[in-house]
């Protein structure tokens, strides 16, 4: 009678209890589909060697384990690999030869109307989406690398692709060479944490009508853009690289039509444009560093309620730039490398507001080809007369509170900074004031030993 | 010449001029990278000085020192020797000065503080600026017979390539923004030597900067190979036509 009852038991709670491991090694008898026909919800399959079927679908909640060199080759058939149903587990596998489709969107592993797929550990080379997400819950998408092939726009697609999947998780993995690098489209409630997104024609992560989501930790180099959020709310974008994302219409964080975001922690260096700022409302930017961009931050004259403080801005070529005089938003207590104030109560802070929109900022933003005057002594004169009698840069453009020394909370951030923290207190508050000063004196110098030297008994 | 060359480097090595310039350049630029702690910035404010230093030192002392050793040129043209071996060692000779002195007081702190390409770039493109008004200075001191017209010329020039020029070609871009001026932009910005010497390291240290839109025609050119030859020509045109003028203008000259 107990025998019974636990058999039934045992019956009832189901897959757990009777779930097989099976081995297939590729070439045997039989292929791997057939494999997955016969295993029940809950099995195991490990795969050894290169499996070259064709498209596999995984239509039972299922682990598949890469074993010794274990291919999944779509032989350019659709996608490479599909998966259909709950709880699927892909993990260890090199996988390629899917068809390249626009029209059909075929990806290296393509994730349909499920919830729990987890996909770690695998090479994807060369696919044309290489992870595909449509409609998934409870995703996680971890150590992958990723491997796109250079060309055109029109014949590359994203890497790790997300089309209305919610609680979804992406770490660790490294995308190149694709289109997006993480591309999210409906996509709610999801993390990006960790990964490294290099070489990608447009954007290194691309949000679009996404909300809730957080993107930490990342890094972004050399793509077309590093990171573009558009249309979404509430993203938190935190103690991200964006490293030398260059060109015409190339930012590091390009932002258009946000709301209620946030930017904490993080590093722009080396780009065109450090952050774009197109449309945005109430954007908090805060204990950010921007170093040798471009731009180091467009604001346009749409953002509003967006705040900034805490905020780094150091060897970029412009700090700030916008398009119009009206600014409705604050800068308060960021450090501006640029800033020639002092500081008479030794609080910390500057006593005088600086005005972090140059005079030469306007005039390239109205006339491009006059960069080519950046830092000739024509243009530091005319920024210098612009900031003791601002007449063209708008009056509501200024940081009341200017740090005098770069927040200390970077302290943890990227090896310049350590070096700069290291060095004593009054060194670092020297800025463009001083050596502009150093300049004059000895322009005044030189004409004077000059003058000397040419009437030596007068 | 080689004479000439030696005995007038002699004689500007006694010069406290020479010497002065030297430790002027190298307080500055220690100073700079000392003050600033964080050795881009440093650059960049270095940038500056030398763009607007070198020319008018580089001027200013060619021009009185010519003036000054004008007697010892008309020892030496008395001797059994051409005259453009007389110039010839006297302008290289200067050359040789001014260029160590650069070295000791750009160079030196430039290779200690901050050994990059753009440090390299800058320390050459002010070694073509020494040369180049140099050149200038010496052409002005022969044209003029007088120590302080030649001086006051030697001013305005400085004052004309280093203010006037960028005033001038700012407003005419502004005035002419209705009108295609972007063929005109570049050449424009490229003739003048400080300029075009402004442009080769700005393409170093505003790279991102470059890369955007507005920079893009710039960078596009002088960033090519091609563009890189075309800028050289220029500034060696810019040494050469004003030594050739000089040796025209000395040899003719009535000393």
Redesign the interface.
Known sequence: MRKGLILILACVTGGPLVAHSWTYRAGTSGTLQQVIGKATAGDTIIVDGTVSEGSIHVDRSLVLLGGTDAVIDGGGKNDALRITADDVTVKGFTIRGSRRSNLDDMAGIKVNECRGVVISDNFVDQCFFAIYLSGAKDALIEGNTVLGEPGDEDHMANGIHLWKCSNATIRNNRIEYHRDGIYFEFVTDSHIIGNTSLHNLRYGLHFMFSHRDAYEDNHFEDNGAGVAVMFSKEIAMRRNHFV?N?????YGLLLKEINDGEIIGNTFQ????GIMIDGCNRINVHDNEFR????ALRLFANAIDCDFRGNTF??N??DVSTNGSLIPNTMNGNYW?RYAGYDLDRDGYGDVPHRPLGFFTL??E????????????????LDRAERLIPSLTPESMKDDRPLMRPPASLKKGTD?VE??QD?PAG??T?N?G???G??WL??G??FL??IR??FPHG | MLKVFKYTLIDLARNR?VL?YAL?MLL?AQ??F?????P???L??L???V???VP??AL??TV?YMYDTIEFTQLLAVQPMTRSAILGGQLLALATALLLAQAVGLGLPLLVHSPTMAALVLSLSGSVLVLVFAALGALIALKQRE??RG?GVALAIWFLF??VY??L??WA??TL?DYP??PF?VPL?GINPI?LA??M??LQ??????????????KNFFGSVGGTVVAALILLLWIAIPVLLAFRVFKRKDL
């Open positions: 030398a260059r060109g015409a219409s190339a080396d780009n065109t444009t040798l961009n471009g731009w150091a060897g070529t412009f490398d005039l390239v109205m006339q491009p080809y006059a960069m080519v005057f950046s830092r000739s002594l024509f243009v530091s004169l310049h070096e700069k060095a060194k670092v020297a463009e001083s050596s502009g150093v300049l000895l322009v110098v030189a030993s000059s030297y040419l | 001029f002065g002027l500055v100073g700079l000392a003050l600033e702690g964080d881009t910035k440093a960049l404010s940038v500056q000085v763009m607007a230093l008018l030192i200013v002392f009185v120590k302080a001086v280093v203010l960028d005033a070609l700012m871009m502004f923004s001026i972007e932009v910005a300029d402004r442009i390291v700005m240290v505003d790279l991102a900067a470059m890369m955007g839109y507005s920079g893009a025609i710039y």
